[in-house]
């Protein structure tokens, strides 16, 4: 059992929502960064998603985009990315950390090599968003044989003929993308989501957790309510883009995740 499948275990049993909250590795640098990482659960957050910088993030809108530029901007690589997850590591050992990314880099350092290394820096799951399912036999199969969770994502054009092939390798949760489009672009809506999420769990045992659009307390709690939690990622970068001290960003991230919890 992974990290993230005993949070979601533990968060069934109390009958809580997750919260999921994404921040770019290394903005707005290293040291700034590690401090709000080690802030999140101190804020609520169950799960952190590490954004894992790349030059060419083609899921992401202007404000990921961006912080990505910047963490790239002040020195940050993958290895500094394993790095900064190794030291939260060592004060916390409990709060599941994924990976968020895209495939070149691992490729780039070699998936075995990868593995081990992000293993040992305390990730648990993963989110590589240009590997389809047809290419599982790329990372997926050998994540999850290295005790890695695999998260897919599941999108508003992902059809009932297409769902069984995307959940077939799928661990830890279901991502599921509340809008057609890439990141901070427009806003969830529950009515909209709410059927999407029945259907995936109607194929799945796994929690399935919503992101994109999310970007205040009431929309974190509205879509929760539909959904096993949510994910929250442009309205925190833009918060750490706009230069917001450390402890006004925490203290937005609460909000959110006080809006989730309370679904």
Known sequence: MTRIDA????????????????????DP???????????????GVDVIE????????????????????RALDGG???????????????TD??????????YNP?????????????????????????LPPEEDDELC??????GLNFIRLATPTTDDKRLPKVLQNTSGFVYYVSITGITG?????????????????????????????????????AIASVADGAVVGSAIVSQIGAGKPVDEVLAFVKSLADGAHSA
């Open 93 to 102: 050992n409990t709060t599941p950390i994924v990976l968020m990314g895209y």
């Open 185 to 221: 672009a427009a806003e969830a809506e529950a009515t909209n989501v709410g059927p999407e999420v029945a259907r995936i769990k109607s194929a799945t045992d796994l929690p399935v957790i919503v992101g994109f659009g999310i970007n205040s307390p009431e929309k974190s709690q």
């Open 7 to 26: 949070k979601f275990a533990e968060l069934n049993a109390a009958g809580k929502k997750a919260f999921v909250a994404y921040v770019m590795a290394g």
């Open 29 to 43: 640098d290293y040291e700034t960064s590690l401090e709000i990482v080690k802030g999140l659960p101190g804020a």
């Open 106 to 130: 691992i490729f780039s350092r070699g998936v075995d090599t990868f593995l081990a290394d992000a293993k040992a820096a305390g990730i648990d799951g993963l989110i590589v968003v240009d």
């Open 50 to 69: 590490l954004g894992l910088p790349f030059t060419d993030p083609m899921a992401d809108g202007p404000t990921i985009q961006l912080a990505g530029q």
């Open 141 to 146: 199969i050998p994540a999850q044989a290295a």
């Open 76 to 90: 940050m690589t993958l290895q500094r990315t394993l790095d900064l997850a190794a030291a939260f590591r060592e």
